[in-house]
């Protein structure tokens, strides 16, 4: 069950790809036993990874150590994304609270944002912080749509943006232009950032892509053409690598793009992928978050360090 699965693998669509991969080194399934794994994060110091099991209400926690997996946080509002600040401290997205929050060293949880002008926020979903401090997290309907990974209810703010969060605690929309606005991630640099938007799954047509705007010095973003139209499935979750290719979630697998928007690989898994990060100690092993499992692979490239 564990170990080294059948179908998975490399598949090189330029011959740049194979530069990014170890021709040797194999996907493996760390743990499965999840309805819907998400968001997962790595916490060097601890050398351990968190990701999401949504519907099943609890946040899971794998030890790098020894390979063990354990329950982190059960009920967990059904959370969603997750990432880490420069602090070290979990921020989660989550569902049934309709919030974004921090997880202080103590333990104790902070709401970083639960309203825009007095409305409550839909779900939110995926969140990356800035190296400024500023948290920017986005809120489809997801989790508002039925009660499986949320209880259902009518969306208050009636669209779904992304928003951050300056640490001043002020919330500002960045854009209101998606309809399901998904992963994020900044560029290596934070020059850019990369937003998914998946309104393909309620919207006939609609999109099923990555668009990338400029961030601009007083925190807003400006252009947002699209970078990567998805070929298989759609794009959720995804992170960067130190070399600013993008690393994303399909159907299939998980897509690799070049920073011009060229499709260049894939690693293929035999469930859909609906998150990635980088981790361990050299951040150069990519975990993969793919329906019921995790599974990890170790890759010749480096993450962006999320601290
Ligand atoms: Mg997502």
Known sequence: MYGVIEGTGFEAIEPEFEACFI????VERLWSGARWSEGPVWFAAGRYLLWSD??????????????????????????????????????????????????????????????????????????????????????????IMMDYEGDRAKSEIDACHV?????????????????????????PDESLLYIADTGATHHAGGPKHIRRH????????????????????????FRLDRDGRIWTSATDGVHCYAPDGRLIGKVLIPEMV??????????????????????????NVNGVSPV
């Open 214 to 237: 400029r961030v601009n010095a007083d925190g807003s973003l400006s252009g947002g053409d699209v970078f990567a139209e998805c070929t298989n499935g759609l794009f959720d979750g």
């Open 54 to 143: 949504i519907p099943n209400n609890r946040i899971l926690r794998w030890d790098d150590t020894d390979g063990a997996v354990s329950v982190f946080r059960q009920p967990s509002n059904n959370a969603n994304g997750h990432t880490v600040d420069r602090q070290g401290r979990l921020v989660s997205c989550e569902h049934l609270t309709r919030r974004v929050t921090r997880t202080e060293h103590d333990g104790s949880v902070t709401v970083l944002a639960d309203h825009w002008r007095g409305k409550r926020l839909n779900s939110p979903n995926d969140v990356v912080v800035k190296s400024d401090g500023s948290v920017w997290f986005t809120d489809p309907s997801y989790g």
């Open 274 to 299: 609906a998150n990635v990060c980088f981790g361990g100690p050299k951040l150069n092993r990519l975990f993969i978050c793919g329906t019921t499992s995790l599974y990890a692979v170790f890759l």
């Open 23 to 26: 021709g040797h080194a194999r």
């Open 163 to 187: 928003y951050r969060i300056d640490p001043t605690g002020d919330i500002t929309i960045v854009a209101d232009e998606y309809l399901k606005p998904n992963g994020l991630a900044f560029s």
